[in-house]
């Protein structure tokens, strides 16, 4: 199990897995989606993690850093985009990526995490320390 930033080449892979978080939702193109990550490796702000197991990438998360203006300026994270193959679950292979993020976001000073989760994820992410906070969150879909 290798758990590593992700390269362009993964891009392929990438896309077909991230469409196990939603199945209906449209697939990126692959020239968008290169173009995209290009961008995102530049910025140094947006960090998406795969598990490789045997050349094949088998688990996704994405951290996202935001600078602030709050709490002494020190940054905040975001994780998102957290899946592992259907095939792979149970393997610790999520833990692994979670512990990545975290990881990643100590060393850039961040000094909080957020992600939002179904209901039923919750009492999986408070092993890593993720508790409610008695905030909501609230979406607004800008395309159907």
């Not at 996202?64 to 975001?78: A, W």
């Not at 990643?104 to 992600?115: H, Q, S, V």
Request: charge should be positive; hydrophobic fraction near 35%.
């Amino acid at each position: 199990m290798d758990i590593r930033l992700a390269r362009e080449e993964d891009l392929p892979q990438l896309i077909s897995i991230l469409s196990q978080l939603n199945p209906r939702a449209e697939r990126c193109d692959l020239e968008r989606a290169r173009k995209v990550f290009r961008e995102l490796s530049r910025s140094n702000q947006q960090f998406i993690i795969v598990c490789e197991i045997d050349g094949r990438i088998v688990g996704t998360a994405e951290l996202v850093i935001k600078h602030n203006l709050t709490h002494g300026c020190k940054p905040y994270g975001f994780i998102e985009n957290v899946v592992v193959d259907e095939s792979y679950r149970g393997r610790g292979i999520g833990v692994k990526l979670i512990e990545n993020c975290i990881k990643i976001a100590r060393e850039r000073g961040c000094y909080k995490l957020i992600l939002t989760c179904k209901d039923e994820l919750v009492k999986w992410y408070g092993r890593f320390g993720f508790k409610e906070f008695g905030e909501k969150v609230l979406r607004l879909d800008l395309e159907e």
